[in-house]
């Protein structure tokens, strides 16, 4: 069973840079996808991007597309999220989550998911 736990969300003012962590145990962290979703205040939870295992292909948002990037570690079993030039709109819950096949859009599709870490964008 795969764990996931997110760090470095915070409070931080538009045009900001953040980064989040995203530490798995339990399992085979170098073949599994690893992706980030968020949900705002009110609204759906919606894809941010993801990561095959090499590390190698990519998927953004467009929302996001140009200003976060998605990275991995695989020797420190972690998953990480540079968050550049960040609007208020970016505030949301960011979940890190893991899947040993599905690298898309489907929330519902990844098997593994963390607690949640708060970003707050302030104007």
């Known amino acids: 069973q795969v764990q996931l736990e997110e760090s470095g969300g915070r409070l931080v003012e538009a045009g900001d840079s953040l980064r989040l962590s995203c530490s798995a145990s339990g399992g085979a962290f170098g073949t599994l996808v690893m992706g980030w979703f968020r949900q705002a205040s009110g609204k759906e939870r919606e894809f941010v991007a993801a990561?095959?295992?090499?590390?190698?292909?990519?998927a953004y948002a467009a929302s996001v597309k140009g200003r976060f990037t998605i990275t991995r570690d695989n020797a420190k079993n972690t998953a990480y999220l540079q968050m550049d030039n960040l609007k208020p709109e970016d505030t949301a819950v960011y979940y890190c989550?893991?899947?040993?096949?599905?690298?898309?859009?489907?929330?519902?599709?990844?098997?593994?998911w963390g607690q949640g870490t708060q970003v707050t964008v302030s104007p």
């Open positions: 989550v893991a899947d040993e096949t599905y690298s898309g859009y489907d929330s519902s599709r990844y098997d593994y």
């Open positions: 990561l095959n295992w090499r590390g190698g292909a990519t």
